[in-house]
């Protein structure tokens, strides 16, 4: 597995609240329904909380009912990673941050149009960034 940045499990440790930690280090799921971000309707950027990059827009979000924000396609596809997990008996493909291999949640063949996808994404594991709506 690449990723572009490297840091020590302390590191991370240091970086993270140990929620988030566990979300995005030890693979972990938040609880449903308890992300402030899946209110969140403001027109921005949600960035991975480990490193700052990039990964899905404000446009791609959308009401799935699942209790975690979901997106419909990341903000371009080198921006994240997936690979196939198979953890609980089931084959689910994980969703990473492309750049610090923090693990972000997972998507599923049964979103919206135009992709088909959902992205099931722990709020924990994102930071949104509002755009400026004068800009
Ligand atoms: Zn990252």
Redesign the pocket.
Known sequence: MMST?EKTDSEWRQQLSPETYHVTREHGTERAGTSPLNQEKRHGMFH?V??G?AVFPSDAKFESGTGWPSFYEPVAPHSIGTTIDHKFFMTRTEVH?A??N?HLGHVFPDGPKPTGLRYCINGVALEFMPEDEDE
């Open positions: 940045i991975c480990g490193c990059n941050c750049d610090c923090s």
